[in-house]
């Protein structure tokens, strides 16, 4: 995970998704600020905007920190704040993480995992010839603690995600192409750039 920058909300957004959302939740008698009761299901009027999350955030996964084809359906709206805690950033723009399936799934409705929104720099540092991912060792106390629960929730650590980012720079290495990594896993292009790896 790398640090993401806010993107600003597409056009329509408002009427499309915040003003039905809204509207559905004053009829229903909800608090913009509560949580929400028990299996309640919220309608899903932001999923009028996923493709546009898609392009705002130049198809790269919040938490992987790798591209994907919108045509592979990989894609997800992540609520970063959960539906349940907080049924009024159900409909908010700024609540809104693109991310693949995996990571939003493993994130759920747990409120332990850093905002790439944010994110101080190099608060995950990788070993490139492995793909291992571990919270800076510079870090300390809570920081320490957060990202290593992040790392844990979002199975950041796991066996294929580690050879996925070792795969990635080992092409790199092979074709030497800076760009194209940049593009393709951008967490790894950070890092080599970070580590002084990178060529040209």
Same mark, same amino acid.
């Given at each position: 995970?790398?640090?993401?920058?806010?993107?600003?909300?597409?056009?329509?957004?408002?009427?499309?998704?915040?003003?039905?959302?809204?509207? %559905?939740?004053?009829?229903?008698?909800?608090?913009? #600020?509560? !949580?929400?009761?028990?299996?309640?299901?919220?309608?899903?009027? %932001? !999923? %009028?905007?996923?493709?546009?999350?898609?392009?705002?955030? !130049?198809?790269? #996964?919040?938490?992987?920190?790798?591209?994907?084809? +919108?045509?592979?359906?990989?894609?997800?709206?992540?609520?970063?704040?959960?539906? !349940?805690?907080?049924?009024?950033?159900?409909?908010?723009?700024?609540?809104?993480?693109?991310? #693949?399936?995996?990571?939003?799934?493993?994130?759920?409705?747990?409120?332990?995992?850093?905002?790439?929104?944010?994110?101080?720099?190099?608060?995950?540092?990788?070993?490139?010839?492995?793909?291992?991912?571990?919270?800076?060792?510079?870090?300390?106390?809570?920081? *320490?603690?957060?990202?290593?629960?992040?790392?844990?929730?979002?199975?950041?650590?796991?066996?294929?995600?580690?050879?996925?980012?070792? *795969?990635?720079?080992?092409?790199?290495?092979?074709?030497?192409?800076?760009?194209?990594?940049?593009?393709?896993?951008?967490?790894? +292009?950070?890092?080599?750039? *970070?580590?002084?790896?990178? *060529?040209?």
């Amino acid at each position: 995970m790398i640090p993401v920058t806010l993107q600003q909300e597409p056009l329509g957004f408002d009427v499309n998704v915040r003003q039905k959302g809204q509207a %559905w939740l004053i009829a229903h008698g909800f608090a913009m #600020c509560g !949580s929400a009761p028990p299996n309640t299901k919220l309608p899903d009027h %932001w !999923s %009028w905007s996923n493709q546009f999350l898609w392009e705002a955030y !130049s198809g790269t #996964c919040a938490y992987l920190a790798i591209y994907f084809e +919108w045509p592979t359906g990989a894609s997800s709206t992540d609520h970063f704040v959960p539906k !349940s805690k907080h049924v009024g950033l159900a409909y908010e723009w700024d609540n809104y993480r693109l991310s #693949c399936l995996g990571p939003n799934r493993s994130k759920n409705k747990y409120q332990d995992v850093l905002d790439p929104v944010g994110l101080a720099a190099n608060t995950f540092v990788l070993n490139l010839a492995s793909g291992e991912i571990k919270p800076n060792p510079a870090l300390v106390g809570p920081q *320490r603690t957060a990202a290593q629960k992040t790392i844990k929730r979002l199975k950041l650590d796991s066996p294929h995600h580690n050879a996925m980012r070792a *795969r990635h720079f080992a092409e790199y290495v092979l074709h030497g192409h800076a760009p194209t990594l940049q593009k393709y896993s951008p967490f790894v +292009w950070y890092e080599a750039d *970070r580590q002084g790896l990178l *060529r040209g």
